[in-house]
């Protein structure tokens, strides 16, 4: 069977990496597709080299731009690679613009589209990432959900032909590449960090980086908590922050570059607790069972909230410091994600014969 699979951003290459090597290993042929929306090496090649992601079959080269613009050059790109490359099923990730792009060429060129992580709702229509997701779901014949609240949302939406808790891929990723990281990073090291002796941060959605009274109240919670915070910047939020004039130039605060994969887990596993307002972090921070702040009002990974791994703080400074301060570990750590063999899973369904009037 022919997959043509469409990613595009740092998050993404994460998920598909299992299921790309299970692909494989299943003897289904993958055509792997990179849109650029993350182009430079510390957000996208470093990634392919570190966890063994083939290269791309077809890099756009799409780049940065407005949402408009950018998914609109996406989608018409990959409509022709779909047409020269006539897949069998088009799979996507997550909830970016490549994402959707991804989807609505393949439902327009009616080429059969499963969506890994579907089902994910913030339920905050402000985000670009929530339309991206619910747009996805509803062209998707075959939706791999991560959770039984993402099987919740959707059958809540009228989607329950093709749906399929499967765990989470992510999951599959950090178990197995903790030990690589553990034997070829040296971040801690090079950054002279003790385990459990700093605070590790990410800050990139728009809610924060685009608001500069939010950028200033993060950064200042930051000084405030007064322990050493590695903060490595999303180009985009080192950009706003000279736009904003803001001063990062803090005692506790070690401003870096992005990090490939494997320093990245390294950097998570070892930290006394997570301040972020990325999705993904949040999760990895619960499997490596790290108290995680996250910097937004909402998330979609409500399960860590629920488990006490995870609080929600926004953007609010006094919040903030408070959470990261004084956040009291949780005497359970339920299993939420999955054991690990979620890869495996989706190929196994993708694998099935598909009928059109019949979903799987």
Known sequence: ????????????????????RALRQAGHTEFLVHTGQHYDYGMSQVFFDEMGIPAPDANLGIGSGSHGAQTGQMLAALEGVMLEQQPERVLVYGDTNSTLAGALAAVKLHIPVAH????????????PEEHNRVLTDHCADLLFCPTQTAVDNLA????????????????????????????????????????????????????????????????????EIGEPVVFPAHPRTRKMLEKFNLNSDIENLKLIEPVGYLDMLMLEQHA???????????????????????????????????????????????QIVAAAQNFVRPPAHPSLYGDGHSAGVIVGWLGNTFDSTNKI
């Open 272 to 318: 006394r607790l997570l301040l972020t307002d990325s999705g993904g972090m949040q999760k990895e921070a619960y499997f490596f069972g790290v108290p995680c702040v996250t910097l937004r009002p909402e998330t979609e990974w409500v399960e860590t909230v629920e488990a006490g791994w995870n609080v929600l703080v926004g953007a609010n400074r006094a």
């Open 116 to 127: 890994v992580e579907a089902g994910l709702r913030s339920f905050n229509r402000q985000m």
């Open 1 to 20: 069977m022919k997959i043509l699979t469409v990613v595009g951003a740092r998050p993404q290459f994460i998920k598909a990496a299992p299921v790309s």
């Open 156 to 223: 809540a939406e009228g989607i329950t032909a093709g749906v399929h808790r499967v765990g989470d891929t992510m999951y599959d990723a950090v178990l197995q590449f903790s030990a690589v990281a553990r034997q070829k990073s040296s971040i801690l090291q090079d950054l002279g960090l003790e385990p459990g002796g700093y605070l590790l941060a990410t800050v990139h959605r728009p809610y924060n980086t685009d608001v500069p009274e939010n950028l200033a109240a993060i950064l200042s919670a930051f000084e």
